[in-house]
């Protein structure tokens, strides 16, 4: 097999990994492993932008919103879900790339503080999320910013949330229209190893010790669509943007997902990172190159959001 394309930048941060010694996340326990993943931010992201507004949202679920106005005429939201297994990851290891959303797409941004599992396994982290959504639509005067419509957002377990989501508010909408969603490296049908799972599972960051450990902590039932939303079907879906990093082990399941809504006429964008590995839109700072990928991103994103208005 020809050994896959690597980007010099990945590269270097692969082989420093390789030389960290200590113990993986997986094996200090939710805790350590949730502590391990803020201290990452720190290390490997890049610190976050100023912006108008940061603020923790009083609701039935923990929300912060960022914005780069102080005040807004109604308009689209977006709602982002963090990643990290459903056990790890929060508001603080994802808000530099909160704040950046807001501030290149003008958007309200309103990050989602669900549950983790173990303590809260399926199908806590979401409800919460869904919750989160309802809330947001409907509440718009306790959140300060009145949302005529959303677009969903997530990354790896946060993307297949976001996903989930989308299908549960087809199904029974909310008060206000999905204009999109945007999966990025989204586990979107974790009950299929595809062959991407075999190739990249080792030495890609995202290793099987680790997607094991999250996926008996969360301990979604296969064949349920909340688990794996690709389940839920994809007819009648908003407008979908898929990214996926070519390295990734769950690479496959986000590229059966954008084809399936292609071919169901749904309109899609589906772009692979080439030669980048999962997780790369927190690891801005030890990856130049995410950079340039989440500013592709936002272009793909900006006449949406447009449309939207």
């Known amino acids: 097999m020809v050994d896959p394309f690597v980007r010099p930048d990945v590269g270097a941060f692969l082989e420093m990994l390789e030389r960290l010694e200590g113990p993986k996340g997986h ?58 297994g459903w056990v790890i990851g929060d508001l603080e290891t994802h808000e530099p790339f909160c704040v950046h ?4 797409l003008d958007l309200p941004v309103v990050a989602v503080d669900y549950r983790l599992a173990p303590e809260h396994p399926f199908p806590t982290p979401f409800d919460d999320s869904l919750t989160a959504a309802r809330w947001v639509a ?44 945007w999966l990025i490296y989204p586990a979107a049908d974790p009950c299929v190893r595809y062959p991407s799972y075999d190739q990249f599972n080792e030495g890609f960051l995202l290793t099987k010790a680790s997607m094991d450990w999250f996926e008996e902590s969360y301990a979604g039932p296969r064949g349920d669509w909340r688990y794996s939303p690709l389940l839920a079907g994809v007819e009648g879906l908003p407008p979908t943007f898929v990214l996926t990093p070519g390295l990734d082990p769950i690479r496959d399941q986000g590229r059966a997902y954008a084809a399936r809504c292609a071919e169901a006429g749904i309109e899609t964008i589906y772009w692979e990172a080439p030669g980048t590995i999962h997780g790369f839109i927190n690891l801005r700072k030890a990856l130049p190159s995410a950079n340039d990928d989440l500013e592709r991103c936002i272009d793909y994103l900006k006449p949406w959001v447009e449309r939207a208005r």
């Open 27 to 84: 094996e200090v326990g939710p805790e350590g492993a949730r502590q391990m993943m803020v201290a990452s931010r720190h290390a490997f992201d890049v610190p976050a932008r100023d912006i108008a507004v940061i603020r923790d949202v009083d609701a039935p679920v923990p929300m912060r919103l960022y914005d780069v106005r102080a005040e807004r005429e109604p308009g689209p939201l977006l709602l982002f879900i963090h990643g990290g």
């Open 101 to 104: 959303v807001a501030i290149e």
């Open 138 to 181: 409907s509440n718009g005067d306790e959140l300060g910013r009145r949302a005529t419509s959303l677009f969903l957002a997530g990354d790896s377990a946060g993307g297949n949330l976001a996903a989930a989501i989308a299908a549960a508010l087809r199904d029974e909408p909310a008060v206000v229209p999905v204009a999109g969603q």
